[in-house]
């Protein structure tokens, strides 16, 4: 997938304005409970043992501080609860504004 035209952040969402001209508000809340962080849901070990994670759902509060491109395919979000180990890449934000 391409990446958007544009990427911001307004108040407690990130904005995207996607190329085909969709566009995706995705709330702080939201995007925290979907970080893709090994943080987040856990590593899978050689024998299908998940270690680490987090059970927690809720994130009512947490706001985006900031968020940095990776490369041309991802961007990484830094939270006011100081998690920013997930890498958002274009399809799984696409996925969460849909």
Known sequence: MKAPEKVEIIGDFLAI????GKES???SPTLRAHSPSAEQSG???I???ISGGTEQTEYQGVLIKKFEYVGNYAIRILFSDGHGSGIYSWDLLESLGS
């Open 17 to 20: 304005r996607w190329r085909e």
């Open 25 to 27: 508000f995705l709330d």
């Open 47 to 49: 024998f299908g043992k």
């Open 43 to 45: 590593e899978v070990d």
